[in-house]
């Protein structure tokens, strides 16, 4: 199986691309050519084009844009990835809960999850963003993940239904196997696919939340920079100086096809039957 | 004679559903004495597939046993009984060969660990162990080059390795008793003869007694002891197997058995008993054969027969046992 993962063209050029992020990331205090934060010269450095100083240009404060978008991979990518680690635990032990559960405890679940999909996302986080004063970038992200597991859950249950109806279930369960190992062994891997795909597509949704709450001031506050608050930023001059929100576009973008191109990979790998 | 290994002693079953009560089981009684092999035969809807999943507990939601059923198995009583006592018997007491080997396999995981997975449930061992212990099961049930085939997956081998491999995961717990649905209906002919003598071989080297559940009265002839035939919910006669095939005392026995020769003579027309298999929600009234009995008279219509002894160890649900007079009419 491992070596067939690496056989596969679109997971390893996905896996590549997820690895020069992270690392990117990761040592962007030795990679980005100046301070994120520092202001050089506000009067003549504002909105200058890409050049060999500045590669990326600089913005309306004359940052350097590459040394804020290295940084801003930390926060963005910390946030998405944990985020969605948090929507996904909570989304999948919900889900399999609801589809294994009794009825009633179904039912139950069910009408919470549309309650809370009835509830617009963004109007939720605006309003526990707000009443959080002083909110943390931890708080950000429990926030973010406790508003993102619906959709999981509903997967997850769905799966569970048409899987617990399967033979080898009923099978499982005459040669004596506790349900929690059915679970584990039997239901789980047979749902994971959906699950992680869900998951790699829902890490670019959430950077664009947080690009849109940092938009609207309640993301990650102005000096640290994330790519949501660049690409807010950017907005308003992207006519004069298109490079603010077209570099974390970029990356954004990038960020969202690699992981879905590891997803559909994972996809792949996971179901022995499509042979490589 | 000591007990029984398994003695199911008037099991009722119905389901409750939208459209009425339908009564699946009726007052079914069985025994299944150690390293004997036990046939079940019937037709679709006997309520052959309800006996069995009774037998391990795992009958769905809507169905009840009547509280005045008994299943014992090695002194343990198993109507109605709880989680703890299921957990003892399934797979390590009672194993399960289920009908689709394509479907009661799981296609994400290899054989290998699917068996080894089961062996771990029942006995406490390390994975290295469970492993070898899978590959010499897969031996046992014939399976060639073991060692491959465990790293293989289910849709990696054919219908006949499929059913061996099943066969394999149902004795990783060393069961007493191995109760086959339908083992042999997804597979093709030279194939069941082959895991039929499997199932009499297996009996022979473990010791283990054998509940082969059929619709197929041919195959039965060949490895089973005894045979009880079903309809429409009920135990219609229970004979060993010379006795069913020379001097059957049931209509419908004969009915089946009749169909099975016609096919071996290759007569133009199959003998095929006249109606279709009644409904569980609306069994006949009395007899439950009678409106597609040829003999049926009065009698039958009026008054549900009991199973009479028509010889020692054998019994038919018919009133021609009582009145053999009529059956020259």
């Not at chain 1, 807010?232 to 960020?255: E, F, I, K, S, V």
């Not at chain 2, 037998?55 to 703890?84: C, K, M, T, V």
């Not at chain 2, 194939?191 to 010791?207: H, P, T, W």
Request: aromatic share 4%.
């Amino acid at each position: 199986m491992r070596s067939g993962w690496w056989q596969h063209r679109a997971a390893r050029r996905g896996l590549l691309l997820v690895a020069a992020l992270t690392v990117l990331a990761l040592a962007a205090p030795l990679l980005a050519p100046y301070d994120p934060a520092a202001q050089p010269d506000v009067v003549g450095g504002q909105l200058l084009p890409p050049s060999w100083e500045h590669p990326l240009g600089t913005d309306l404060f004359s940052r350097d844009v590459l040394s804020r978008l290295l940084y801003g991979a930390r926060v963005s990518l910390s946030i998405a990835g944990l985020a969605t680690l948090v929507a996904l635990t909570v989304g999948t032990l919900v889900g399999l809960a609801a589809g294994f559960g009794s009825p009633g405890v179904d039912a139950v679940l069910m009408r919470l999850v549309d309650a809370g999909l009835a509830f617009p996302r963004m109007f939720l986080l605006l309003l526990v963003l707000a009443l959080w004063e002083g909110a943390s970038t931890a708080a950000l992200i429990v926030v973010l993940g406790l508003t993102s597991w619906l959709p999981t859950s509903r997967l997850v249950r769905a799966e569970v239904l048409s899987v617990r109806q399967r033979d080898y279930v009923l099978a499982a369960r005459a040669l004596g196997l506790e349900p929690w190992r059915i679970v584990a062994r039997h239901v789980l891997p047979n749902v994971a696919p959906p699950i992680l795909v869900s998951a790699a597509l829902g890490v670019g949704q959430i950077v664009l939340i947080e690009a849109g709450l940092s938009f609207l001031g309640v993301g990650v506050p102005p000096p640290t920079p994330s790519w949501g608050n660049m690409i807010a930023d950017g907005q308003h001059y992207l006519t004069r100086a298109p490079w603010l929100a077209a570099a974390p576009g970029a990356a954004l973008g990038l960020t969202v096809v690699s992981l879905s191109l590891v997803a559909e990979a994972m996809q792949d790998a996971l179901d022995p039957r499509a042979t490589t | 004679m000591s007990e029984p290994l398994l003695a199911v002693r008037n099991l009722s079953v119905s389901y409750h559903g939208p459209d009425g009560v339908a009564r699946a089981l009726d007052d079914v009684s069985l025994a299944v004495e150690r390293e004997e092999i036990v046939a079940l035969v019937g037709e679709s809807g006997s309520g052959k597939t309800t006996l069995a999943l009774a037998l391990l507990g795992l009958l769905p939601e809507p169905a009840a046993i009547a509280p005045s059923s008994r299943i014992e198995f090695a002194g343990i009583s198993l109507a109605n009984a709880d989680a703890a006592t299921w957990r003892r018997v399934r797979g390590r007491e009672i194993g399960m060969v289920f009908q689709d080997p394509a479907v009661s396999l799981n296609p994400v995981l290899t054989i290998g660990s699917q068996i080894a997975h089961v062996v771990r449930t029942h006995a406490r061992c390390s994975p290295p162990t469970a492993r070898s212990r899978a590959i010499e099961l897969l031996d046992m049930v014939g399976v060639d080059a073991p060692q491959i085939r465990a790293r293989q997956y289910p849709h990696q081998l054919s219908g006949g390795l499929r059913q061996r491999a099943l066969i394999a995961v149902a004795l990783a717990g060393s069961p007493k008793l191995l109760v086959a649905d339908e083992p042999t209906a997804a597979l093709d002919v030279t194939v069941q003869a082959q895991i039929l003598q499997l199932f009499a071989d297996l009996r022979r080297r473990l010791g283990m007694a054998l509940l082969l559940i059929t619709h197929d009265l041919g195959l039965v002839a060949e490895v089973a002891h005894r045979v009880l035939v079903m309809y429409a919910g009920q135990v219609v006669e229970s004979a060993s197997v010379e006795q069913l095939f020379t001097r059957s005392r049931h209509p419908y026995t004969r009915g089946l058995l009749g169909a099975a020769r016609a096919l071996e003579e290759r007569r133009h027309r199959l003998a095929a008993i006249p109606g279709a298999p009644p409904r569980a929600s609306a069994w006949p009234d009395a007899c439950r054969f009678h409106p597609r009995c040829a003999l049926a008279w009065e009698r039958c219509r009026t008054e549900a027969p009991i199973l009479l002894s028509a010889a020692p160890a054998h019994h038919a649900r018919c009133w021609l046992v009582a009145e053999p007079a009529r059956e020259g009419a």
